[in-house]
Nanobody, 121 residues
Framework: VQLQASGGGLVQPGGSLRLSCAASGLTFSSYAMGWFRQAPGKEREFVAAITWSGGSSYYADSVKGRFTISRDNAKNTVYLQMNSLKPEDTAVYYC???????????????WGQGTLVTVSS
């Protein structure tokens, strides 16, 4: 199983980025997907998650209203659209996969390698 995250980079405060996570080696449509992040010197934290069907999504309070998680099961890809970015959103962002049941905890089976998002002027 491979989860390949991409789309990170340097963006100014108030800007937007869209992260992608391409999955292979698993039946993607059977897996709930999550995004997590880890800022320097801090523990990894939950950002957003989506059910296998895409019918329901969940967000950390810190990103609610600014970030949107979505998925395309035909492309085996999950996305994280990040708007109104703040310096405190700076972190390495990881995608993760869990068979069938979504969770906001970090009990996911498969993890990607991470992509760095830096929000700075």
């Amino acid at each position: 199983v491979q989860l390949q995250a991409s789309g990170g980079g340097l963006v100014q405060p108030g800007g937007s980025l869209r992260l992608s996570c391409a999955a292979s080696g698993l039946t993607f449509s059977s897996y709930a997907m999550g995004w997590f992040r880890q800022a320097p010197g801090k523990e990894r934290e939950f950002v957003a998650a989506i059910t296998w069907s895409g019918g329901s999504s969940y967000y950390a309070d810190s990103v609610k209203g600014r970030f949107t998680i979505s998925r395309d099961n035909a492309k085996n890809t999950v996305y994280l659209q990040m708007n109104s970015l703040k310096p405190e959103d700076t972190a390495v962002y990881y995608c993760a996969a869990r068979w069938k049941y979504v969770t906001t905890t970090d009990s996911y089976t498969y993890w990607g390698q991470g992509t760095l998002v830096t929000v700075s002027s």
